[in-house]
């Protein structure tokens, strides 16, 4: 159904930037919610960044305010910028994919991706992309 891929990982120096793509194809549905997750070894998965339907977003605690997700949908790609980057930030990263959760209003049922940063509501994952921060 659907598909993500993303690129832009590697090495990068501690106080570095990186920029990660999630590029999306296949998805069958109108609406797909997109969020960034991570995990380093021996540790939980955590999740990074979540995307909203009105382009909000909500990070991590331990990476807020280091961070921004800008999506692109005429290219179907989601971003992840990374700036003053710590040894702490050293780990798997993965872009995934989620229906939306739907909700009662007043015309019916609504949707909304719910800023979720739980990678268990997530359906759809990429292969993942190493980022290692050096000293």
């Given at each position: 159904?659907v598909?993500?891929?993303?690129?832009?990982?590697?090495?990068?120096?501690?106080?570095?930037?990186?920029?990660?793509s999630?590029?999306?194809?296949?998805?069958?549905?109108s609406?797909y919610?997109?969020?960034?997750f991570?995990q380093?070894p021996g540790k939980?998965?955590?999740g990074?960044?979540?995307l909203?339907?009105?382009?909000?977003?909500t990070?991590?605690?331990?990476?807020?305010?280091r961070l921004?997700?800008p999506?692109d949908?005429a290219k179907n790609?989601?971003?992840l910028?990374?700036?003053?980057l710590?040894?702490?930030?050293t780990?798997?990263?993965?872009?995934a994919?989620?229906?939306?959760r739907?909700y009662?209003c007043p015309?019916?049922y609504c949707?909304?991706?719910?800023?979720?940063?739980?990678?268990s509501?997530?359906?759809?994952?990429?292969q993942?992309?190493q980022v290692?921060v050096?000293?």
């Amino acid at each position: 159904q659907v598909q993500l891929g993303e690129s832009g990982g590697g090495g990068v120096q501690e106080g570095g930037s990186l920029r990660g793509s999630c590029a999306v194809s296949g998805y069958t549905y109108s609406t797909y919610c997109l969020g960034w997750f991570r995990q380093a070894p021996g540790k939980e998965r955590e999740g990074v960044a979540a995307l909203e339907f009105d382009g909000s977003s909500t990070y991590g605690d331990t990476v807020k305010s280091r961070l921004t997700i800008p999506r692109d949908n005429a290219k179907n790609s989601l971003y992840l910028k990374m700036s003053s980057l710590e040894a702490e930030n050293t780990a798997q990263y993965y872009c995934a994919a989620k229906a939306p959760r739907a909700y009662d209003c007043p015309s019916g049922y609504c949707y909304h991706c719910g800023l979720v940063l739980d990678g268990s509501e997530y359906n759809y994952w990429g292969q993942g992309a190493q980022v290692t921060v050096s000293s």
